[in-house]
C-alpha cells in the first residue's frame, strides 16, 4: 500500500513539472493566392562579394549563318569560368525577323529591339556582344565587340581577372504554374560606401529552347538550305521584368549610401508569354550605374518552378 | 531597496551572532546549539600597461573577486548567505558581474527531518551525470547558475530517494526569465530489496523529468513555452567491475545558439571501469546532439545553463598543455571516447626501482556529429537560412537537420594521446615524466582562421626534499606546433620552506612565434604563505593570454602585467 502511495506521488510530481509544447509548424505555410506573391529565400551566404561578374549580351538571329559557331565559343568560355560568366543571346534586328515558311519562330521581344538600338547595332555585324555594357580601353575602347574587331573573347577574360566589387546580389526566384505567380526577390548587400544613381535591372531567360537556325557548319544534304530545324538555342532572352520604362531598369540607389546597408528588392510578375519551357527559365539581375550605364554586378539564377 | 534589506539583515544576523556563541558558552538561551562557520575567498589584480603582449587597458588598473560564506546551523536547521563583491570584475570574468560591486547573490534556510529536506531560497543540484540538471558554482570560471526557489527532498523508503525543485536560475545579480521545475527520483536496489542487501552486484536506477517555461516573446516563430526534458540512468558495480550510463532527451527547444530549430536533443554517456590494486582502468564515451539546456533560450556563453555535458578530455595541470589548447565540451553535437589506464609497477621490482614507478595512460577522441540538412546545404549556408526565420519549404516544422547518436562525422574536434611516468628514485627525490600529443580544433573552440593545431609536449617535473623543512620542486616544459602561435618553452622553480612558506619563480617564452616581435618572455614570481586553512600568496609578473577550462567548460583569460593577490580561509 505504502509503495502504491509513492508511486502515485511520483507520477503526481512527474506530471506536475513535465509540461511541454510540442510545435509541429513554428511559421504557418504562407497561403498562396493567385497575384500575391510569397518571396523566396535569398540565400545570404552564396552571395558572390570577391569579385564583379562578367555580363554578356550577344546580339544573334536565326538567319545569321555565323552566329552558331560564335555562339559555341562564347558558351564554351563561359563554361570554362562558370561562377563568373553569364550570357544573355538577344534576337532582334533583321536576321531575327520572322520570315514563313522557313523561320517561323519570333525571339524577338520589345526589351530586345530596344537594346538593338540603343546600342547602334545595326550598324555591327552580327553575331556581336556587349560587355558589362562598358568600353575597354585595352581593346580599342569600345563598347561592341565582334569578328570584325578583337573578337570578344579578350574583353572577356580581362573582366574576369577583376578581384572587387561594391555589391554583393543575392538573387531568388519562384514560379508556380498553377497559380501564374512569379515572384523574384534580390538582396542586395553594399560593399563599399558609394554615391550615385544605380538602377536595378531584372530579364528573364529560357534555355535549351528547340527552334530554327540557319548554320553554315551544317551540310545542305542533312539540312536543306542550312537549316536546322531542331536547332538548340542557348540563353535566350525572354524579356525584361522590370516595370519601370528605363533600358537600365527600377530605380535603386540615388545619391550616397553606406558600406554595410542592405537593400531588398522584391518583383511580383507574370512569366513572359514566349516562355516554352517554364522549367528552363533564368533570371538575371544588373546593378547598373545609371549615369555611366555600365553593368557594376550581375546575377543569374535558375527559376524553381512550383 | 532589496539589497537593502539583506544587508540590514545580515547586519543583525553579524549583530546576533556573538552572543549566540557566548550563550552557547554559557549553555543556554535561544542560540543553545549554534555554529556558524564559513569561508573567503579574495582575488586581485593590479594591471600595468603591456601592450606587446595584447594585456587591455584597464581604467581602474585593479580588479578585485570577493566571497565570504557565512553558514549557520542549529539542530535541524541551516541558513547561510554568501557576500560577493567584484570591484570591479577581474579581467576575463564577466563585466556583468561589475554590475553591483557588492551584494548577497545567494542565501538560502534548509530544513532537515526523518528523511526530509527543503530548501528555500538558493541552491545547487544534480541529477545524476548532469545530462538533463546540473547548477553548480565554478567560481574559477565564473560560472554560477544556482537556483532561486525551493527544493525538496525526500526519501520516503530505505532505498528512495526523491527530489524536486522549482526555481528561476541566477544570471549575474539578475534571475532568469525562465522557471525550471524538476523532479528526480533513485532506487538504490540493494537498499531497497533486503535480498539484494549484501549482494556483490550493486545496482542503482534513477530518471529526471525537467521543464522550463519561459513566455514566448516577440518572435516571428512559434515558440514552445514549457520545454522538457529527461534523463534514465544507471550504475553497476560487481567487484572489482563497474559500468555506469545516461541517456538524456530534450523536445523541442529553439534557442539563439541552434538558429532556433525544433529538433529534439539527445545525449548518451556511458562508463565502464576496472579497478585493482596498482591498475586501473576507465573507457568512457560520450555522444551529444542539441542537448545545449537553458532557461533562457536567448542566453550564451556560459550563462543560464541548466545541464551540464560531461567532459570527455583529460583536465591537463601543467601549464602550457592545460591552458593552450584545452578543449571545450561542444553542446550542439560530438561524439567522443575517452581511454584512462593506470598501472603501478611494483616497488622492489627492476621495473618499478625501489620505491615503485606509476604509468598512466590517456587518450582522447572527440568529433564532430555528422548533420544531414533539410535545405540540402553546408552547416553555414544551413543555417543562414534558418536564421532568416521564413517559411522553409524543404523544412517547414525547422529541424534543421538529420542525424543519430552514432553518426560520427569526419571533422576532428580534439585529440589527445598523453602518458606520464612517476617514479621516485631516492628517499629525496621523485621525477615525473609526461608527453602528449593534441589536435585541437581551433577554429570551432576559439574562432581562430585556421587548420587543426597538432602539438606534441613534453614536460619534467623533479621533486628534491632536504631534510623535513626544505624541498625544492621544478618544471621543465615544451610544447612544438606548426600553427597558431609556434613553439613555447617554460621554466619553473619552486621552494618550499615547510610548513608556511612556497616561492615560486616561473618564465614561460614563445621562442617559436612566426613573428618576431611576439616572441616574449613571460616571467612571473609568487610567495605563498599558509597557515592551517589560511592561504595568502602575492605574485608580480605577465600572465599569458589563454584559455582556462574546468570539466570542458572554459573561459578566456586575457594576457596581463602586474600584481596579483589571492587570500583564502575557513573557520
Not at chain 2, 428 to 447: M, P, R
Request: charged residues 20%.
Amino acid at each position: 500500500m505504502n509503495l502504491l502511495k509513492y508511486l502515485l506521488l511520483l507520477v503526481g510530481i512527474s506530471s506536475l513539472t513535465a509540461a511541454c509544447n510540442k510545435v509541429d509548424l513554428p511559421i504557418p505555410k504562407p497561403v498562396e493566392v493567385a497575384g500575391v506573391c510569397v518571396f523566396p529565400v535569398v540565400d545570404s551566404t552564396a552571395i558572390n562579394r570577391d569579385f564583379k561578374k562578367t555580363y554578356v549580351e550577344e546580339f544573334t538571329g536565326h538567319k545569321c549563318i555565323t552566329c552558331p559557331a560564335n555562339t559555341v565559343l562564347l558558351v564554351q568560355q563561359q563554361e570554362e569560368n562558370k561562377d563568373r560568366v553569364i550570357v544573355l543571346s538577344v534576337h532582334a534586328g533583321g536576321f531575327a525577323k520572322v520570315d514563313l515558311p522557313d523561320y517561323p519562330t519570333d525571339f524577338n521581344t520589345g526589351y530586345g529591339t530596344d537594346l538593338f538600338q540603343h546600342f547602334n547595332m545595326a550598324t555591327q555585324p552580327i553575331p556581336s556582344a556587349v560587355i558589362n555594357r562598358h568600353t575597354f580601353p585595352s581593346f580599342n575602347d569600345l563598347l561592341v565587340y565582334n569578328q570584325a574587331t578583337t573578337f570578344w573573347d579578350k574583353p572577356i577574360d580581362e573582366e574576369n581577372t577583376n578581384t572587387s566589387t561594391d555589391f554583393g546580389l543575392g538573387l531568388a526566384a519562384e514560379y508556380s504554374e498553377e497559380l501564374g505567380n512569379f515572384c523574384i526577390k534580390s538582396s542586395i548587400e553594399v560593399l563599399s560606401t558609394i554615391t550615385g544613381n544605380y538602377r536595378i535591372l531584372v530579364l528573364c531567360a529560357e534555355d535549351s529552347v528547340i527552334a530554327e537556325q540557319l548554320d553554315a557548319r551544317v551540310s545542305e544534304d542533312e539540312y536543306p538550305h542550312k537549316i536546322v530545324t531542331d536547332y538548340m538555342h542557348r540563353h535566350v532572352m525572354r524579356g525584361k521584368l522590370n516595370n519601370d520604362q528605363s533600358i537600365n531598369g527600377d530605380p535603386l540607389i540615388t545619391g550616397t549610401i553606406e558600406a554595410g546597408t542592405w537593400i531588398d528588392y522584391e518583383l511580383n510578375t507574370t512569366m513572359p508569354s514566349n516562355v516554352v519551357t517554364a522549367e528552363n527559365t533564368h533570371v538575371i539581375a544588373l546593378i547598373v550605374n545609371d549615369d555611366t550605364e555600365e553593368v557594376i554586378q550581375s546575377e543569374e539564377v535558375h527559376v524553381h518552378v512550383k | 531597496m532589496k539589497q537593502l534589506k539583506l544587508l540590514t539583515s545580515l547586519f543583525l544576523f553579524f549583530l546576533v551572532a556573538p552572543q549566540a556563541l557566548f550563550a552557547q558558552d554559557e549553555g543556554g538561551g535561544v542560540f543553545d546549539g549554534l555554529q556558524i562557520h564559513g569561508n573567503f575567498d579574495v582575488y586581485g589584480q593590479q594591471y600595468n600597461k603591456d601592450s606587446i603582449i595584447g594585456a587591455p587597458i584597464v581604467p581602474e588598473k585593479s580588479g578585485i573577486n570577493a566571497f565570504t560564506n557565512l553558514i549557520a546551523t542549529k539542530g535541524k536547521f541551516t541558513a547561510g548567505v554568501r557576500i560577493e563583491s567584484y570591484i570591479p570584475p577581474v579581467q576575463g570574468f564577466d563585466v556583468r558581474y561589475g554590475n553591483q560591486p557588492i551584494g548577497v547573490p545567494f542565501r538560502y534556510a534548509r530544513f532537515a527531518q526523518d528523511g526530509l529536506e527543503v530548501t528555500a531560497g538558493n541552491f545547487y543540484e544534480q541529477f545524476g551525470n548532469g545530462l538533463i540538471l546540473r547548477a553548480y558554482e565554478e567560481r574559477a570560471l565564473g560560472i554560477d547558475n544556482a537556483f532561486d526557489g525551493v527544493r525538496v527532498k525526500y526519501s520516503p523508503y530505505k532505498g528512495v530517494y526523491l527530489k524536486a525543485l522549482v526555481g528561476n536560475q541566477r544570471y549575474y545579480w539578475q534571475k532568469s526569465d525562465g522557471i525550471v521545475r524538476a523532479f528526480d527520483s533513485e532506487f538504490q536496489l540493494n537498499e531497497l530489496i533486503t535480498k539484494l542487501e549484501s549482494s556483490p552486484l550493486r545496482v542503482s536506477l534513477g530518471g529526471s523529468i525537467v521543464s522550463k517555461f519561459q513566455a514566448g516573446g516577440n518572435s516571428s516563430l512559434k515558440l514552445p513555452e514549457n520545454v522538457t526534458g529527461g534523463a534514465g540512468r544507471f550504475q553497476l558495480n560487481w567487484k572489482d567491475f563497474g559500468l555506469m550510463g545516461e541517456y538524456a532527451y530534450k523536445a523541442n527547444d529553439p534557442t539563439k545558439s541552434n538558429h532556433y530549430i525544433y529538433k529534439e536533443g539527445q545525449g548518451i554517456f556511458m562508463s565502464a571501469t576496472y579497478s585493482r590494486k596498482g591498475f586501473g582502468v576507465n573507457i568512457s564515451a560520450k555522444s551529444i546532439d542539441n542537448m545545449e539546456f537553458r532557461s533562457d533560450r536567448e542566453a550564451g556563453l556560459n550563462d543560464l545553463f541548466i545541464n551540464y555535458l560531461p567532459a570527455l578530455s583529460r583536465q591537463h595541470t601543467y601549464n602550457l598543455a592545460a591552458t593552450l589548447y584545452p578543449y571545450a565540451t561542444q553542446p550542439n553535437g560530438e561524439v567522443g571516447i575517452q581511454g584512462d589506464l593506470i598501472y603501478k609497477i611494483k616497488r622492489g621490482s627492476k621495473m618499478g626501482g625501489k620505491y615503485g614507478t606509476t604509468i598512466q595512460v590517456n587518450v582522447s577522441l572527440i568529433n564532430a556529429l555528422n548533420r544531414d540538412y533539410y535545405t540540402n546545404a553546408d552547416m553555414d549556408t544551413a543555417n543562414a537560412l534558418l536564421d532568416q526565420q521564413v517559411y522553409l519549404e524543404a523544412d517547414p516544422g525547422r529541424k534543421g537537420y538529420k542525424t543519430n547518436l552514432l553518426n560520427l562525422g569526419d571533422s576532428v574536434y580534439y585529440r589527445d594521446f598523453n602518458i606520464e611516468i612517476d617514479r621516485k628514485f631516492t628517499k629525496h627525490f621523485k621525477l615525473k615524466a609526461t608527453y602528449a600529443f593534441q589536435e585541437y580544433n581551433i577554429a570551432l573552440i576559439q574562432n581562430k582562421v585556421s587548420p587543426n593545431v597538432v602539438a606534441n609536449i613534453a614536460v619534467l617535473e623533479g621533486l628534491h626534499t632536504i631534510g623535513k623543512k626544505h624541498s625544492i620542486r621544478w618544471e621543465a616544459q615544451t610544447l612544438f606546433t606548426d600553427q597558431d602561435q609556434g613553439d613555447w618553452i617554460f621554466g619553473l622553480v619552486e621552494y618550499g620552506y615547510s610548513p608556511h612558506w612556497i616561492v615560486t619563480i616561473l618564465n614561460q617564452y614563445n621562442y617559436g612565434n612566426k613573428v618576431e616581435d611576439l616572441r616574449v618572455n613571460y616571467p612571473t614570481a609568487q610567495v605563498t604563505y599558509i597557515q592551517n586553512a589560511l592561504r595568502m600568496s602575492i605574485g608580480y609578473g605577465r600572465q599569458r593570454a589563454g584559455i582556462f577550462c574546468v570539466g570542458g567548460v572554459c573561459r578566456n583569460v586575457p594576457a596581463a602585467n602586474g600584481l596579483t593577490v589571492a587570500i583564502t580561509s575557513s573557520f
